[in-house]
């Protein structure tokens, strides 16, 4: 099932950075998703949006190739800690 989202629901399932060179985008591009339709993007949190995991798999490194120091990083894992964990699909 799809559509356009204003019409029907859309559940992300974790694991956004870490697979590739534009994880950046990726994110930013999911979080404003989840700003302009909060009723209709739902996102979870796997297990690459820890600080632990991004520091080995890539993401900080990236987030310091575009921006030259690690706060974007730095924000993005805080932002990580308010994504749950798991939803309830009924």
């Known amino acids: 099932m799809s559509g356009f989202i ?3 629901n859309y559940l992300f399932m974790g694991d ?3 697979r590739g060179y534009y994880s950046v985008e990726s994110i930013s591009l999911l979080i404003c998703l989840k ?3 909060k009723d209709r993007i739902f996102i979870t ?3 690459h949006e820890s600080r632990s995991i991004t520091m080995v798999y890539g993401f900080y490194d990236e987030c310091l ?3 030259g120091n690690p706060n ?3 924000y993005f894992t805080d932002l990580f800690d308010f994504i749950p964990l798991s939803a309830i699909i009924n």
Do not use: A, E, I, Q
């Open 65 to 67: 190739r575009k921006y």
């Open 45 to 47: 949190r796997g297990n």
């Open 72 to 74: 974007v990083w730095s």
């Open 16 to 18: 956004y950075v870490d």
């Open 35 to 37: 700003v302009r339709f």
């Open 6 to 8: 204003p019409d029907v």
